[in-house]
C-alpha cells in the first residue's frame, strides 16, 4: 500500500498539465511568469492511467526546459526517492517512475548552481548531478563523498593536481579516456592508467610510444614510416592503411605485409601502381573507392567490376555509348547506367530499336 508521506515538487505555471490535463497535446505560454503551483506526488489523480506522460507531452517539456532558464522556487523538486512502504504496490511505483523522465531533462538542461546543490544536498540524485552539472573542484572536494566518482572522472574537466590528490577515488578507465593528460602524468600512474583507452585517445609522442612500447596498444597510433619501419612487427597493418596515407614506395617495400583489400579500399593509387600490382589489388575495390580514368577502364575490363563501375565511376555518355555498341559485358551492366542523366542517349536508343 502507499505511504501517506509525501513529497511536493514544483513545476512552472506553463507546466501545470502535468496536474490537470488528459490531452496529448498541450500549449504553453512562453511568456508567463514562473509562478509555481504543486501537487502531491501520491495524489490519486496523477496514479491513474489518463496521467501517463505521451511522448509528445515529454518532446515538448524537453523543448521548454532546454529554453528556459527555472528559478529555484520553480525547479521541480529533484527528490526521486520516494519514501514508501516495503510492501508498495509495483503497479503504483511504476507509475512513479513515469515521472523520472521530467527531473531526468532537469539534471540535464538545467544549470544548477552549487549553492542550489548545496541547499538540497539531501534531496538531489548525486549520480546526475556528477554526470550533468558542471562542478568546480572545490566543490566535488567538499562533497567527496557524495559524488559518483565515475561520473566525475568521465564527465567533469580535471586537473592533473586534483586527479593526483584522489588517485584513490577516481575510475582510472575513465580518466584515461577522457580527461587530457600529459606524457609525464601518464608515466607517473603508468600502472594505474588503462593503455588502451591511453592509445586510443591521447595524443602520444613516437619517443613516448617508443619508451612504452610493451605498455601501448599499436591498434590506435598515427605513425609516420620510418617509426613504422623501425616497428614493423609491432604495429597494426590493418589499421594503418585504414587511418593513415601510405606512399607508394613505403607500400611497393611492405608489399607482403599489407592487407591489399584493405589497402585497394583506403589508400589512393595511381593506375600506374595498379598497373603494376594488378594481380595483388582487390579489383572490386578498385572498381569502387579508387578515381578510375575511362582509358584505364577499358586496359581492365575484364579484371573491373561492372556493376561498381557503372555505380562509383564518372563515365561519359561516348563511353556508355561504346558500351552498348560493342555489348561490352551483361544486360546488367546496362542497369547500372541507365539511372544516369542520360535521357536523350537512351531515347535515341529507342528509336533506333523501333
Not at 540535464?108 to 552539472?133: G, H, P, T
Not at 593503455?195 to 619517443?207: F, H, K, P, R, T
Request: net charge negative; aromatic share 14%.
Amino acid at each position: 500500500m502507499l505511504s501517506r508521506d509525501h513529497d511536493e515538487f514544483y513545476v512552472p505555471k506553463a507546466l501545470t498539465f502535468l496536474a490537470t490535463t488528459q490531452k496529448d497535446i498541450f500549449a504553453f505560454d512562453e511568456n508567463v511568469d514562473d509562478v509555481s503551483v504543486d501537487f502531491n506526488v501520491f495524489s490519486p489523480n496523477l496514479l491513474t492511467d489518463d496521467m501517463q506522460l505521451t511522448m509528445n507531452m515529454l518532446m515538448k517539456l524537453t523543448l521548454y526546459l532546454k529554453l528556459h532558464k527555472l528559478s529555484k522556487n520553480n525547479l521541480i523538486n529533484l527528490k526521486i526517492s520516494l519514501s514508501k512502504d516495503d510492501d508498495f504496490d509495483i503497479l503504483y511505483t511504476d507509475k512513479i517512475n513515469e515521472i523520472n523522465p521530467i527531473i531526468l531533462i532537469v539534471y540535464e538542461y538545467q544549470a544548477l548552481n552549487e549553492d542550489f546543490i548545496r541547499e538540497f544536498q539531501d534531496k538531489v540524485d548525486w549520480e546526475k548531478i556528477s554526470r550533468y552539472q558542471k562542478l568546480s573542484e572545490d566543490f566535488i572536494r567538499e562533497f567527496q563523498d557524495k559524488v559518483v566518482w565515475y561520473c566525475i572522472s568521465e564527465y567533469q574537466k580535471l586537473s592533473e593536481d586534483f586527479i593526483r590528490e584522489f588517485q584513490d577515488k577516481v575510475d582510472w578507465e575513465c580518466i584515461s579516456y577522457k580527461q587530457i593528460l600529459s606524457e609525464n602524468f601518464i608515466r607517473e600512474f603508468k600502472n594505474e592508467v588503462n593503455w588502451v583507452c591511453i592509445s586510443g585517445n591521447q595524443a602520444l609522442s613516437e619517443d613516448f610510444i617508443r619508451e612504452f612500447q610493451d605498455k601501448v596498444n599499436w591498434e590506435y597510433q598515427k605513425l609516420n614510416e620510418d617509426f613504422i619501419r623501425e616497428f614493423q612487427d609491432k604495429v597494426v597493418w590493418v589499421y594503418i592503411l585504414e587511418n593513415q596515407k601510405s606512399s607508394e614506395d613505403f607500400i611497393r617495400e611492405f608489399q607482403d605485409k599489407v592487407d591489399w583489400i584493405c589497402m585497394s579500399e583506403y589508400q589512393k593509387l595511381s593506375e600506374d601502381f595498379i598497373r603494376e600490382f594488378q594481380d595483388k589489388v582487390d579489383w572490386i575495390c578498385m572498381s569502387e573507392y579508387q578515381k578510375l580514368s575511362e582509358d584505364f577502364i577499358r586496359e581492365f575490363q575484364d579484371k573491373v567490376d561492372w556493376c561498381l563501375i557503372s555505380k562509383y565511376q564518372t563515365l561519359s555518355e561516348d563511353f556508355i555509348r561504346e558500351l552498348f555498341v560493342f555489348n561490352i559485358g551483361l544486360e546488367l551492366k546496362r542497369a547500372y547506367i541507365i539511372p544516369l542523366k542520360l535521357s536523350a542517349f537512351i531515347n535515341e536508343r529507342k528509336s533506333r530499336l523501333g
